[in-house]
DNA sequence: CCTACCGATCGGTAGG
DNA sequence: CCTACCGATCGGTAGG
């Protein structure tokens, strides 16, 4: 079978395979080049320079979370099931994309300034997405002892730890993780005092 | 004010501090060495190579998780007062050593085999102390319908991700962090169907 | 602890 | 997309 795939595609594919096993700066751009049997500079006929490669990996896992909550924050139901919604479409995001989440939680210090700072706003943002629904519970009395930054911070904490020990070929799916860690974080947002 | 620190103990704790916020491929000997207002090689009076300099962080940092919260998982209290405890000991030892713990949790990887292997048994019987507690609340009827799996995941993702945000000059000290995190947790096992 | 250096390798480019 | 190359820099060592 030939690969279809673009090469511009390809590259980033492999590259966050290898950034997220090795890291970004142990990683060259001939270990990615021998991996696509090219030569080193001829990836720069698709590309301009490796910050740009990690660029486009961390931009399109930032977007990935993104666009998968935010459409879960507004629905009119009530805050816990909007938040474990939440939680499985973050746990969906992070299983389904291991080497990338890996790459977007560990390597995006390593951008300049600029894309940095980017990233750093739509990390708020997200945060802000999980907070303002635990502060929904904690308003419609759902959960009258919650502190919605700490209840944001500790599903968070929950949904990103993940990539360190999720195995897709373990004993758990994605979606039972998923349940089982909102089944235990709602017991603790309705009945902590 | 002289320092007196033996220039060993300096050159990890200035690697601790480089390794943190550059990451470990990322910072070179003489970046370490220009700190210290020493030559690169000047280094190699003190140490053998660049990976003893960052075996001894992380074989450090593994070390003193373990030794604060071992003697604490055999106390003879509830195992919700016994997790409290762990989980308090753990926020100490990650916010008193921000560096190092950093450099633990993104850098260990870097090890070779042997090493990695070393911190990886480290971790797991560090994770089967918190384990083991939950499961011993459930067999107490203390967290009835807890996993203790899953319960020790969520401790330990809670604990360990605290590195990415907490901020020693912020509002939270480590103590309020650890109990409003025990809170949560704890009501969440008891809770729990 | 410094000077001076080693071989190896890096990200990236020119020219085809 | 390859060949051939650039300047820069890496971890580490010899000799003092």
């Known amino acids: 079978m030939m690969d279809t795939t673009p090469r511009k595609e390809q590259i980033f594919q492999t590259a966050g ?19 696509l049997n090219m030569q080193g500079g001829s990836l720069y006929a698709h590309i301009d320079s490796k910050e740009d490669v990690l660029w486009e990996i961390v931009e399109r896992a930032a977007a990935q979370f993104l666009e998968s909550v935010r ?8 805050a816990s099931a909007r938040l474990r919604r939440m939680l499985a479409a973050h746990v ?23 894309r940095r700072a980017h990233i750093a706003a739509q990390r708020d943002e997200y945060e802000a997405l999980f907070r303002r629904v635990i502060q929904d519970g904690v308003a419609a009395g759902e959960f009258p002892g919650a502190d919605a930054r700490m209840g944001a911070l500790l599903v968070l904490s ?14 758990l799916s994605a979606a039972a993780v998923a349940a089982q860690m909102a089944d235990v974080i709602i017991a603790g947002l309705r ?3």
Chains 1, 2 share one sequence.
Do not use: K
Request: proline letters at 7%; glycine letters at 8%; hydrophobic letters at 45%.
């Open 17 to 35: 395979a290898m950034f997220s096993r090795q890291g970004y700066h142990a990683t060259t751009m001939r270990d990615i080049a021998r991996e």
């Open 92 to 114: 969906d995001v992070v299983t389904r994309n291991l080497d990338n989440a890996t790459v977007f939680f560990h390597e995006w210090r390593f951008l300049g300034p600029a």
């Open 158 to 171: 929950a949904g990103n730890w993940l990539y360190q020990w999720f195995r897709p070929d373990g004993a």
């Open 71 to 78: 459409p879960l924050a507004g629905l009119p139901l009530p």
């Open 191 to 193: 009945c902590v005092e």
